[in-house]
Structure formats: C-alpha cells, structure tokens
C-alpha cells in the first residue's frame, strides 16, 4: 500500500512534459503508480484546463493547466485473500472462467482497497502475479481483460498466461469474443429485437458516471425480447449481447431508449416502482449468462451460467 496525505496537485505543463500522456505525466508529477492515476482518470478526478480528461492517453501541451485530486491512500496492491468467495466454472494452463456473484468488485480502484475478486485470485493462482512483468496486465489487475460492474454477475474470463492475455484482449479489442447478458428492464420493449448503437463517455455534469456523448467511444448493443410482463408494472425481460465493450454499456444503452435496468440507480423513479425493494440496494437486474471465444490454443469455447436465485426470484414475483 501506498499512502500520504492526498491534495490536489495543480500545475502548469512544463515544456519538458509537452507531448506526454496525461496519465504519464500525472504519475511523474504526483508520484503514483499508473494503475493508481487509471483510477484517477476513470473516477473524474483529472482535469486539464478545468476540463475533465475522459481519456489517460490524452496528450499534454506546454502551459495546460493540469490538475488532479489525489486520495491519502493512493494506491493498493492486491493480496491474496482466502476470504473472497466466487466460483470457477473453467481453468485449464491459459485461463480461469468465473462465475462473479453480484456485490462483488473485480479489481482495486477509488473505494474499493480490499476484498476484491483479484485477491481472491491471488489466494487461489499465486502465479497471475508474475503476469505484469511479462508485459501482461498492471500489478492491480493481474489477468484481467474486462470487467463486469460490483452489481452485476455472471461470467467473467481472466488470463492466466501471458499468450492468453494477449490473444483475450486481442479478441475483446476486435468483438470477435461473444458476452451475452439476461436483464430485466423497465416498461415495454416496442420491437422485438434491436441495435443501439450511441458513443458512450463520460457525462459533463457527472465526470464518475457514463452517458451517452458525442465525444465519447463508439458502442453497440443487441437486444432481443425473451419475454414481457404487465404486473405489478409494465417490464421486458431481455437478452442484450455486446458488440463493443464500453464501461456501463448495458445500462447506459437502455437507460437511454427509454428502458432502465431494474435496479439502475439512473432510473430516479426505482424508489416509487412497485418493485422497489425487490433487489438489495445496489443489485441490478443484469446477468452475464454467457461467454464465447477462442481459446488460445485455437477451439472455440462457450460457458453458461444459469439466472442466480435472487433473479429467479423477481421474475417468480412477475409470473
């Protein structure tokens, strides 16, 4: 663990610094790790000329004016924890395939020091450490090629080798690797299938939450109707499968066609729904049920994960 007294670091780009990514530059300036300041970048908390930097491969020029809020404890390096429960539906040699309860975070970040998927990982494949220093992954996100929120489950693939690595986070890179997810949405779906197809980025009013933004990355969704329900209010269960990997994809896309996902806290009626109260605060109705790709070693390979109980449970309330 890293630790100090935290601030706010505020500077004029120097001319040596000119032509230098953001996150690079943040990390000279403030002394952190680069995973820390990824942190920073993702949570909002990095502006350039009193803009928030959406993106830490930003390039820097001579006399911006660069600022960054950084926490008393910066960084945290994951360790191996006995603690943490998750089960693995697959692992061989190349890579590990969880089944990622709701409530659980994957990695360490603003907030989140401890407890984490990544070290219960460490308990159990002490070897994903070496990976970063094969050019595979960062010391706080050994083998992780993607990521699913803290409130949602279901499969999530991690690298176990450095070749793995590369060919899961070529696969995810070029949308050649298949995420599927089951969710639950407020109202009624008009067409029984769809693509939304809307860049997503940070929001301007609220730099820690995604929306949909011109300035943001390209990002599609699939969705087709796996069934509909009038009582106690209208709602569409779903199947949503991704072409792009964008942060909060799922819920941003449907949030902004009008259909939130149960549970959503960008829905700012969940309190008054009828089903408030139905999911912990903080669970969304949204699982990952299944996964695609090609093995390193060249088949190709599909998991499923059933609904867990508690979604069972909402819709048993619905039927």
Do not use: C
Request: overall charge negative.
């Amino acid at each position: 663990m890293r630790s100090g007294g935290g601030g706010l670091l505020d500077v004029e780009v120097p001319a040596a610094l000119a032509g230098e990514r953001v996150d690079k530059a943040v990390a000279l300036l403030a002394d952190l790790p680069r995973s820390a300041v990824t942190d920073l970048v993702d949570a909002g908390a990095v502006l350039l000329d009193g803009e928030v930097v959406t993106t830490r491969s930003r390039i820097l020029a001579a006399g911006q004016r660069l600022q960054a809020a950084i926490p008393a404890i910066v960084a945290d390096e994951p360790r191996p924890d006995r603690e943490v429960v998750f089960e693995v539906v697959y692992e061989d040699d190349d890579l590990i395939v969880v089944d990622k309860p709701a409530g659980l975070v994957v990695h360490h970040g603003a907030g989140h020091r401890g407890g984490t998927l990544v070290d219960g990982l460490l308990h159990r494949y002490p070897e994903l450490a070496d990976l970063p220093g094969a050019g595979a992954g960062e010391p706080a996100r050994p083998g992780i090629v993607h990521r699913l929120d803290k409130g949602t489950s279901g499969l999530l693939v991690v690298a176990r080798s450095p070749a793995a690595f590369q060919s899961l986070s070529a696969q995810l890179r070029e949308h050649t690797a298949g995420r599927f997810y089951q969710t639950l949405v407020i109202g009624s779906v008009e067409s029984d299938a769809g693509v939304v197809d809307a860049p997503i980025g940070r929001s301007s009013r609220l730099p820690t939450r995604m929306t949909i933004s011109h300035q943001g990355r390209p990002a599609r969704t699939n969705y087709r109707v796996l069934d509909r329900f009038n009582l106690p209010e209208e709602l569409t269960l779903l199947e949503a499968s991704l072409e792009t990997g964008r942060t909060h994809q799922v819920r941003v896309h449907l949030a902004a066609i009008g259909h939130p996902v149960v549970g959503d806290d960008r829905d700012r009626g969940a309190v008054n729904r009828p089903l408030a109260g139905a999911l912990p605060n903080g669970r969304l109705f949204l699982h990952a049920f299944r996964l695609t790709l090609d093995h390193p070693r060249g088949d190709r390979l599909t998991w499923e994960s059933p609904l867990p109980a508690d979604l069972q449970g909402v819709l048993a309330r619905l039927s």
